[in-house]
């Protein structure tokens, strides 16, 4: 992850989009253990299931059974994996 980091910084401060950055947002520090203390801290995911289109495709088309199916499907991969709750 802090490989990520020093790899976002350098692409971040490219001359290519220097006209739209001022400055670092983020008080990320750049000692390796207080960037991995930081990283551990402030660490998530995001997670969004593929296929929301075909399910939003079942919907329109009357076929809530396939939707059930669907919502069903994503929760047991989502409980599966330990996301949420």
């Known amino acids: 992850m802090s490989a990520a980091v020093e790899h976002s910084r350098a692409i971040g401060s ?3 989009p220097s006209e739209w950055r001022k400055r670092e947002i983020a008080r990320i520090p750049r000692a390796t253990s207080e960037l991995n203390g ?3 801290r402030n660490m998530g995911s995001y997670w969004h299931p593929v296929g929301t289109c075909e399910t939003r495709r079942a919907a329109v088309n009357g076929r809530a059974d396939l939707v059930k199916k669907e919502i069903a499907r994503w929760t047991q991969i989502i409980k599966a994996a330990g996301v949420g709750g």
């Open 38 to 40: 930081f990283i551990a």
């Open 14 to 16: 490219a001359p290519g």
